[in-house]
């Protein structure tokens, strides 16, 4: 594909469920960020992988957040036990150079 | 604090007309990237002008351009010939090297534009 990708594009989860959330980044791009954007906001960083590794985790909001990519590919956000404050949009962005980043659509949250 | 502010939550601009949005950031790095990002309603954020903090001319792309003043920590879109299409949310951002190595990149709130034709 030509850009990136990610899946579900919309979710609804009760408050205590859990979700897993999809990234496919560009094809190549050495690096990928996952931003969450709530309502009317800016995208606020969560989390950094370089390749495999998971180099910035410092904007994961909880131990409930949990972000892996094993192979240095397709990336998983994973929230555990929903709450209402976790809804928002998750942006996911991947990168071959350092100042240039290629969004995804976004997935969006709603915990009910 | 590491900060972006956008102080304007919406301007509007009539078609064919120039608009400045305005972006402040507070970093104590010395070389960082600036950014301007289109988000167009329920599409994905697009890169619309990259500035290196090294370079002091100004960027520019097309209709779209920017005034940076580096002492003041400012950073400002100017967009000529507005078109219809230009309509989006507008963020700005700056990236940073963090003390671990690692690359961040802080984003304002956004001014929301609307062009009126």
């Known amino acids: 594909g030509a850009g990136v990708s990610q899946s579900p594009r919309y979710k609804v989860a009760k408050r205590g469920q859990d979700v897993a959330l999809r990234c496919d980044p560009i094809s190549g791009h050495v690096s990928l960020f996952w931003y969450q954007q709530a309502l009317g906001q800016g995208p606020e960083f969560l989390t950094y992988f370089q390749n495999e590794a998971q180099l910035d985790k410092s904007g994961l909001p909880s131990d409930r957040f949990f972000a892996e990519r094993p192979e240095g590919s397709v990336s998983t956000l994973k929230i555990q036990r929903t709450q209402q404050e976790d809804s928002a949009v998750y942006l996911c962005?991947?990168?071959?150079?350092?100042?240039?980043?290629?969004f995804g659509p976004g997935t969006r949250l709603t915990v009910t | 604090a590491q900060t972006v502010t956008q102080s304007q939550p919406e301007m509007s601009v009539q078609e064919a007309e120039t608009v400045t949005l305005s972006c402040t950031y507070d970093?104590?790095?010395?070389?960082?990237?600036l950014f301007w990002y289109k988000q167009p309603p329920s599409r994905q954020m697009i890169l619309v002008i990259r500035?290196?903090?090294?370079?002091?001319q100004n960027a520019t792309e097309n209709r779209f351009s920017v005034n940076f003043q580096k002492a003041a920590k400012s950073f400002s879109l100017k967009i000529s010939d507005s078109q219809l299409g230009d309509a989006a949310m507008y963020f700005c951002?700056?990236?940073?090297?963090?003390?671990?190595?690692?690359?961040?990149?802080?984003f304002g709130t956004g001014t929301r534009l609307k062009v009126l034709a």
């Open positions: 970093t104590s790095e010395s070389d960082y990237y």
């Open positions: 962005a991947s990168s071959i150079r350092t100042y240039e980043q290629y």
């Open positions: 500035q290196e903090a090294y370079k002091q």
């Open positions: 951002a700056y990236r940073i090297i963090t003390t671990s190595g690692t690359y961040k990149y802080i």
